[in-house]
């Protein structure tokens, strides 16, 4: 069973920035693709962000240029660089992990979630 803590979470202003980690419990990590995705009260679960095993990323369109993925492999962690933060990007955001080293097309395919970390944006 693979566990994943995310941290980093919580109250910033609008304009400012925040680096949310994902840390799993697995020794294979290097082999997993992870991803970022975000929930607002009362809508879907979305994605952010996704990097395979291979270090191919992906963003959503409309995230780019604000939102970056990266992984340390070597501390089992990927990390989500939230800059120029607006009170739209106020969410629970989870980390997700596939072993298959390639991200699924669909939110729900992954093999694994956090628990999620609280991002507040403040206007």
């Known amino acids: 069973q693979v566990q994943l803590v995310e941290s980093g979470g919580g109250l910033v202003q609008a304009g400012g920035s925040l680096r949310l980690s994902c840390a799993a419990s697995?020794?294979?990590?290097?082999?997993?693709?992870m991803g970022w995705f975000r929930q607002a009260p009362g809508k879907e679960r979305e994605l952010v962000t996704t990097?395979?095993?291979?270090?191919?990323?992906y963003c959503t369109d409309s995230l780019k240029g604000r939102f970056t993925i990266s992984r340390d492999n070597a501390k089992n962690t990927v990390y989500l660089q939230m800059n120029s933060l607006k009170p739209e990007d106020t969410a629970v955001y989870y980390c997700?992990?596939?072993?298959?080293?390639?991200?699924?097309?669909?939110?729900?395919?992954?093999?694994?979630w956090g628990q999620g970390t609280q991002v507040t944006v403040s206007s």
């Open positions: 990097i395979s095993s291979g270090g191919s990323t």
């Open positions: 697995v020794r294979t990590f290097r082999a997993y693709a």
């Open positions: 997700a992990a596939e072993p298959s080293g390639t991200p699924p097309s669909r939110t729900y395919a992954w093999a694994y």
